[in-house]
C-alpha cells in the first residue's frame, strides 16, 4: 500500500511548500523509492487555464492536457517524472464533481454537505494516484492554516490517516521563523500559532520545516520541538539557499527524509544523491555571463514565465554560463524603442501569452533580432510574432498579422483552427497536451533535438495559416517542422541566422536541470557565440626586451 505524505503550511504564503515536496520527493526517490506528487488548490477556479498570469502565475501544463498549477513544473523538475492532470485539484473541479453526482442522483437524494461529500471527493482525488507502481504519494495543500477555503481539504487530510492507517500517513507543515530588526532576534511564535491553528483542525504534524533567513540555533529547535510537541529532530531548518537546486541537499543533511522514513516505516534504503550533487556543482561552476533578453507581457510577475526561467539557467548550467536574464515589457520595445531597449542583449527570447497588447513590440523585437543577427528562440506567441514579422517585413504583405489580434486583416498569417470556430467556452477552446511532430533533416530544428520525431506540449488557440506556407519558404523561412498529417506547423526558423527559431509549443515544460532542452540549450550556445565575438581583443602582451 502506498504511503502519503501531506504538505502543509502557516502564517504566510510563499513559503515554499512547493520546492520543499520536490526536494522531499527528490530524497525519497534517490532512496529508490517511486514518487508522485499532487497539489490541492483551494481555489474555486476549475482549474487556472483562465486565470490572469498576475493573479496565479505560470500555468503548468502536462502531457495529457492538463493546465494545473506552476509548482507541478517544480516536481516534475525534481523527481524528473512527468505528471498527468490528476496531479492537481481545485475546489471548483472538486464541487464540480460532487454537483454533476447530486444531479445523476449518485446520492440517492441525500443532502449534499462539505462532511462528507466534499472531503470524500478530496480523498477520492488523493487515493487515486495512489497506484500499484507508487511507493509514496506527496500531497502538496495549497494556501495556509488558517485560512477559510482551506478548512474542507485539513479535514480530509486528517481524516485520511484514520481510513489509510497512521504508519502510511505523515505530516510536514513548513512555517516562517522570521528575523525581527530591532530586536535582533528570530522569533518562534508565529510557528507556534501556525501548529496551534493545525492542531486545532485535529492534524498533529510529524515534522516542522522552518524557514528563516539564517540558520536556527540549537535552543530555538529545542524551543519549538517543546511547544510544539514533535521530536527535535523533527525540526527542520531551511535557511535561505543560494538557489533552490541546494534544496534536496540541504533537506538531507538536516535529516529530513530520514525521519520522514521512519514515521512511515518505510524500509532503510542507501540514498545515491551523486546525479544531485553533480548538478549543484554545475550550478555553482556556471560563471561565464550571458544577457538573455525576455520580451514578455506579463514581466512585473517572474512566476509568469517560471519555466522559461528555469530553462534558461538549465541551458546555462550545461554551458558552464550565469544566464542574466533582462526583463523587457513587450509595449516597450514598439515603434522607435526597438534598439534601445535590445542593443545591449546577447540572446532574445519571445514567450506566450494572449490577447493584441504588447503584440507590435514582440513583433519589433523578432525583427531586431532578425536584422542584427540576435539569437532568438519564439515560444508558441513568440512563434506567431516571427511569423507576423516575416510576413510583413520580408514578404512585403502589409497588415500580415494574427486573427486574434485583428479579425479582418487581409493576410492572416496565423489564424483560428477551423473546428474551433463555434466553440465559446474559453476553457476548452485549446490545442492542449502533448503533440508529436516531425522535423525536416538538415535544419537547426533537427539538429538541436538529434532526433526525426519529437513530443513537445502545446496550449494554444491560433496556428500558422498553412495557406502562406509556400510563399514564406519561398522567401527564406523554413517550416523545419509540422504535425505528422502535414496539416499545421510546429517548427520555423532561418538557416541564414545564427539562430532565429521558433515553435508553437512550450519546451519550456520539459526541461531538467541535468538536461535542458534542445531549444533552449542551443540558444544560449549562440548567444554566447555571440557574446564572445563581440568581446574586445584584449593588447598583445609586449615582448620582453
Given at each position: 500500500?502506498?504511503?502519503?505524505?501531506f504538505?502543509?503550511?502557516?502564517?504566510?504564503?510563499?513559503l515554499?511548500k512547493?520546492?520543499?515536496?520536490?526536494?522531499?520527493?527528490?530524497?525519497?526517490?534517490?532512496?529508490?523509492?517511486?514518487?508522485?506528487?499532487?497539489?490541492?488548490d483551494?481555489?474555486?477556479?476549475?482549474?487556472?487555464?483562465?486565470?490572469n498570469?498576475?493573479?496565479?502565475?505560470?500555468v503548468?501544463?502536462?502531457?495529457?492536457?492538463?493546465?494545473?498549477?506552476?509548482?507541478?513544473?517544480?516536481?516534475?523538475?525534481?523527481?524528473d517524472?512527468n505528471?498527468?492532470?490528476?496531479?492537481?485539484?481545485?475546489?471548483?473541479?472538486?464541487?464540480q464533481?460532487?454537483?454533476?453526482a447530486?444531479?445523476?442522483?449518485d446520492y440517492?437524494?441525500?443532502?449534499?454537505?462539505?462532511?462528507?461529500?466534499?472531503?470524500?471527493?478530496?480523498?477520492r482525488?488523493?487515493?487515486?494516484?495512489?497506484?500499484?507502481?507508487?511507493?509514496?504519494?506527496?500531497?502538496?495543500?495549497g494556501?495556509?492554516?488558517?485560512?477559510?477555503?482551506?478548512?474542507?481539504?485539513l479535514?480530509?487530510i486528517?481524516?485520511?490517516?484514520?481510513?489509510?492507517?497512521r504508519?502510511?500517513?505523515?505530516?510536514?507543515?513548513?512555517?516562517?521563523?522570521?528575523?525581527?530588526?530591532?530586536?535582533?532576534?528570530?522569533?518562534?511564535?508565529?510557528?507556534?500559532h501556525s501548529?496551534?491553528?493545525?492542531?486545532?483542525?485535529?492534524?498533529?504534524?510529524?515534522?516542522?520545516v522552518?524557514?528563516?533567513?539564517?540558520?536556527?540555533?540549537?535552543?530555538?529547535?529545542?524551543?519549538?520541538s517543546?511547544?510544539?510537541?514533535?521530536?527535535?529532530?523533527?525540526v527542520?531548518?531551511?535557511?535561505?539557499?543560494?538557489?533552490?537546486?541546494e534544496l534536496?541537499l540541504?533537506?538531507?543533511?538536516?535529516?529530513?527524509d530520514?525521519?520522514v522514513?521512519?514515521?512511515l516505516?518505510?524500509?532503510?534504503?542507501?540514498?545515491d544523491?551523486?546525479?544531485?550533487?553533480?548538478?549543484?556543482?554545475?550550478?555553482?561552476d556556471?560563471?561565464?555571463?550571458v544577457?538573455?533578453?525576455?520580451?514578455?507581457?506579463?514581466v512585473?510577475?517572474?512566476d509568469?514565465?517560471?519555466?522559461?526561467?528555469?530553462?534558461?539557467?538549465?541551458?546555462?548550467?550545461?554551458?558552464?554560463?550565469?544566464v542574466e536574464?533582462?526583463?523587457i515589457?513587450?509595449?516597450?520595445?514598439?515603434?522607435?524603442?526597438?534598439?534601445?531597449?535590445?542593443?545591449h542583449?546577447?540572446?532574445?527570447v519571445i514567450?506566450?501569452?494572449?490577447?493584441?497588447?504588447?503584440?507590435?513590440?514582440?513583433?519589433?523585437?523578432?525583427?531586431?533580432?532578425?536584422?542584427?543577427?540576435?539569437?532568438?528562440?519564439?515560444?508558441?506567441?513568440?512563434?506567431?510574432?516571427?511569423t507576423?514579422?516575416?510576413a510583413?517585413?520580408?514578404?512585403?504583405?502589409?497588415?500580415?498579422?494574427?486573427t486574434?489580434?485583428?479579425?479582418?486583416?487581409?493576410h492572416?498569417?496565423?489564424?483560428?483552427?477551423?473546428?474551433?470556430?463555434s466553440?465559446?467556452?474559453?476553457?476548452?477552446t485549446?490545442?492542449?497536451?502533448?503533440?508529436?511532430a516531425?522535423?525536416?533533416p538538415g535544419?537547426?530544428v533537427?539538429?538541436?533535438?538529434?532526433?526525426?520525431?519529437?513530443?513537445e506540449?502545446?496550449?494554444?488557440?491560433?496556428?500558422?495559416?498553412?495557406?502562406?506556407?509556400?510563399r514564406v519558404?519561398?522567401?527564406?523561412?523554413?517550416?523545419?517542422g509540422?504535425?505528422?498529417?502535414?496539416?499545421?506547423?510546429?517548427?520555423?526558423?532561418?538557416?541564414?541566422?545564427?539562430?532565429?527559431?521558433?515553435?508553437?509549443?512550450?519546451?519550456?515544460?520539459?526541461s531538467r536541470?541535468?538536461?535542458?532542452?534542445p531549444?533552449?540549450?542551443?540558444?544560449?550556445?549562440?548567444?554566447?557565440?555571440?557574446?564572445?565575438?563581440?568581446?574586445?581583443?584584449?593588447?598583445?602582451?609586449?615582448?620582453?626586451?
Amino acid at each position: 500500500m502506498p504511503k502519503h505524505i501531506f504538505v502543509t503550511g502557516g502564517v504566510a504564503s510563499s513559503l515554499g511548500k512547493g520546492l520543499t515536496a520536490s526536494s522531499l520527493g527528490r530524497l525519497l526517490k534517490a532512496r529508490g523509492l517511486r514518487v508522485t506528487l499532487q497539489k490541492l488548490d483551494p481555489y474555486i477556479n476549475v482549474d487556472p487555464g483562465t486565470m490572469n498570469p498576475y493573479e496565479h502565475g505560470e500555468v503548468f501544463v502536462t502531457d495529457d492536457g492538463g493546465e494545473t498549477d506552476l509548482d507541478l513544473g517544480h516536481y516534475e523538475r525534481f523527481i524528473d517524472e512527468n505528471l498527468s492532470r490528476n496531479s492537481n485539484a481545485t475546489t471548483g473541479s472538486i464541487y464540480q464533481a460532487v454537483l454533476a453526482a447530486e444531479r445523476r442522483g449518485d446520492y440517492l437524494g441525500k443532502t449534499v454537505q462539505v462532511i462528507p461529500h466534499i472531503t470524500d471527493e478530496i480523498k477520492r482525488r488523493i487515493a487515486r494516484l495512489a497506484t500499484d507502481d507508487v511507493d509514496v504519494v506527496i500531497t502538496e495543500v495549497g494556501g495556509t492554516v488558517g485560512d477559510i477555503e482551506i478548512l474542507p481539504f485539513l479535514e480530509a487530510i486528517r481524516q485520511y490517516r484514520k481510513d489509510a492507517g497512521r504508519d502510511n500517513v505523515c505530516y510536514v507543515h513548513v512555517t516562517l521563523v522570521p528575523f525581527i530588526g530591532p530586536s535582533g532576534e528570530q522569533k518562534t511564535k508565529p510557528t507556534q500559532h501556525s501548529v496551534t491553528e493545525l492542531r486545532s483542525r485535529g492534524i498533529q504534524p510529524d515534522l516542522i520545516v522552518c524557514r528563516s533567513e539564517e540558520p536556527l540555533s540549537d535552543e530555538l529547535r529545542n524551543k519549538i520541538s517543546n511547544l510544539c510537541d514533535v521530536d527535535e529532530r523533527a525540526v527542520v531548518n531551511a535557511a535561505d539557499a543560494r538557489n533552490i537546486y541546494e534544496l534536496p541537499l540541504i533537506f538531507h543533511d538536516e535529516g529530513l527524509d530520514d525521519v520522514v522514513c521512519e514515521v512511515l516505516r518505510l524500509e532503510s534504503h542507501d540514498v545515491d544523491l551523486s546525479s544531485w550533487e553533480r548538478v549543484v556543482r554545475r550550478v555553482e561552476d556556471a560563471t561565464e555571463p550571458v544577457r538573455i533578453g525576455l520580451i514578455g507581457k506579463y514581466v512585473q510577475l517572474a512566476d509568469a514565465y517560471l519555466s522559461v526561467v528555469e530553462s534558461l539557467k538549465h541551458a546555462g548550467f550545461h554551458h558552464g554560463a550565469e544566464v542574466e536574464i533582462v526583463w523587457i515589457q513587450a509595449e516597450d520595445v514598439e515603434g522607435l524603442l526597438a534598439a534601445d531597449r535590445l542593443a545591449h542583449l546577447d540572446g532574445i527570447v519571445i514567450p506566450g501569452g494572449f490577447g493584441a497588447r504588447g503584440v507590435e513590440g514582440k513583433i519589433a523585437a523578432a525583427r531586431y533580432a532578425r536584422e542584427e543577427g540576435v539569437p532568438c528562440l519564439g515560444l508558441c506567441l513568440g512563434l506567431q510574432a516571427m511569423t507576423i514579422e516575416f510576413a510583413r517585413n520580408v514578404l512585403g504583405l502589409a497588415g500580415a498579422n494574427s486573427t486574434e489580434f485583428d479579425p479582418t486583416t487581409r493576410h492572416p498569417v496565423i489564424d483560428l483552427m477551423i473546428d474551433q470556430r463555434s466553440i465559446t467556452d474559453k476553457g476548452g477552446t485549446m490545442r492542449l497536451g502533448a503533440y508529436y511532430a516531425v522535423l525536416t533533416p538538415g535544419t537547426k530544428v533537427s539538429e538541436a533535438y538529434g532526433e526525426p520525431v519529437v513530443s513537445e506540449r502545446h496550449r494554444h488557440r491560433y496556428e500558422f495559416n498553412s495557406n502562406y506556407r509556400a510563399r514564406v519558404e519561398e522567401a527564406g523561412l523554413v517550416c523545419s517542422g509540422t504535425s505528422p498529417d502535414k496539416r499545421l506547423v510546429e517548427f520555423v526558423e532561418l538557416a541564414d541566422h545564427p539562430f532565429w527559431v521558433a515553435t508553437q509549443a512550450h519546451p519550456e515544460f520539459k526541461s531538467r536541470p541535468d538536461r535542458p532542452h534542445p531549444l533552449f540549450r542551443e540558444l544560449v550556445a549562440a548567444a554566447l557565440d555571440r557574446r564572445r565575438a563581440d568581446a574586445p581583443t584584449p593588447d598583445p602582451v609586449p615582448a620582453s626586451s
